[in-house]
């Protein structure tokens, strides 16, 4: 008979196909479900050049090249990414982290999109309300891939979507606030009541995360958006309440787990369009208001739901959210020039990295961007 683990029983929950490789490995051609899975889906740079950086002027300096990148973070890098140009693939190798901010920004006159952010931490100062930079920004852009990410400590916030942005999945993310301060308010899902532009966008699905300790409200704040919270967990005590729904907010709140918390959905003032709970779990700890009132949208895609009662398990296990990845085929860094054989590859050389990649391709070489890559058999390089 066959045993559920905690990872299929992921898999089987959210319809993503079982990856080759290790519970919990991943590829970088995965695709979202939800909201980013629609009008064409969400690729990122799946298909396009692959460059691995190790500083944050070397991140800035790839996001800016047009076309399709999948790149790579390696190691701690300190400053403000600015993702500027659509078509990219941010991949967190193991450990990965981004102490200060990610800006995903577009504008009015120039939106893009296709962007996948995935398997890294970002860390920022701590929470103090002086309309600060948030840890991750999304606006003016589209059709954006969010997932398995630890993001904590925003200065404004831990990762606010506004601005006219549209079909955004998040998902197997981990918040919260270690450092105090006076504004650990998480995510923000339309920035004020007279950004009448917003209407029709700001379609947002939230699954598999979990808002954990130290995050008083905004788990998330609505206005305007198609919100789908779906299989989330929230477990942070200290907060004030858990999803509020503000203007024109359309929220449908499905298979989640509230364990400890006050006021898990907050009506605010009565002036959103429809808040839908179904089949949500409630611990004998929680306290304040269950209930919403109208019936929400219906979500034009597929996303099979998991009983409420499973997602801690599921979120909390070495394998849920935040940076739990391990990539299937593609991961470690490794110098250059190419020596012969696994074994001399691990060899430190002064000109230069490559990045080693593949699952099963023998000693094969090709050269990338000016640089050789050997594609070493998978049991010696493949980062598990």
Not at 25 to 41: F, I, L, Y
Not at 93 to 100: D, E, Q, R, S, W
Not at 246 to 266: Q, Y
Request: aromatic residues 8%; charged residues 20%; glycine residues 12%.
């Amino acid at each position: 008979m066959f045993k559920f683990t905690p990872f299929s029983l992921a898999c089987l929950a959210l319809s993503i196909p079982f990856l080759p490789g290790t519970a919990g490995a991943a590829s970088k051609s995965d695709a979202p479900v939800g909201w980013a899975s629609t009008s064409g889906g969400t690729t990122g740079g799946t298909g396009g050049t692959e460059t691995t950086v190790e500083t944050m002027s070397a991140l800035n300096a790839a996001l800016k090249e047009s076309g399709k990148r999948i790149i790579w973070i390696k190691g701690t890098l300190t400053g403000t990414a600015a993702v500027t140009t659509g078509d990219k693939s941010i991949l967190g190798l193991p450990g990965a982290k981004i102490v200060g901010s990610m800006n995903i920004v577009g504008s009015s006159s120039k939106r893009f999109g296709n962007v996948i952010v995935r398997n890294f931490e970002i860390e920022g100062p701590g929470s103090n309300d002086v309309d600060g930079h948030d840890a991750l920004a999304i606006q003016y852009v589209s059709n954006i891939w969010i997932d398995h990410m630890l993001i904590r400590d925003g200065l404004d916030g831990n990762m606010d979507i506004t601005n006219e942005a549209d079909l955004v999945t998040v998902s197997w993310v981990k918040w919260e606030y270690r450092k105090g301060g006076n504004h650990a308010f998480c995510n923000l899902i339309g920035s004020s009541d007279d950004k009448t532009a917003d209407r029709g966008k700001l379609r947002v699905t939230f699954h598999n995360n979990w808002w954990a300790d130290g995050v008083k409200e905004r788990m998330p704040r609505v206005r305007f958006g198609k919100v789908h919270m779906v299989n989330n967990l929230f477990t942070s005590a200290t907060g004030s309440h858990c999803i509020r729904a503000g203007f024109e907010a359309d929220i449908l709140a499905e298979g989640n787990a509230f364990l400890g918390v006050k006021n898990p959905v907050d009506l605010f003032d009565n002036d959103f369009k429809a808040v839908t709970m179904k089949d949500n779990l409630f611990d004998a700890k929680v306290t304040g208001n269950r209930a919403g009132k109208g019936t929400a949208f219906t979500p034009p895609y597929s996303i099979t739901v998991a009983k409420a009662d499973q997602i801690e398990a599921l979120v909390k296990t070495s394998k849920g959210a935040g940076p739990t990845l391990t990539w299937d085929g593609a991961t470690s860094v490794i110098p250059s020039p190419v020596p012969k054989g696994p074994a001399s590859a691990r060899r430190e050389n002064e000109k230069g990295r490559r990045i080693s990649s593949g699952p099963t391709f023998g000693d094969e070489e090709r050269s990338v961007q000016g640089r050789y890559l050997r594609v070493v058999p998978e049991p010696v390089w493949n980062s598990r």
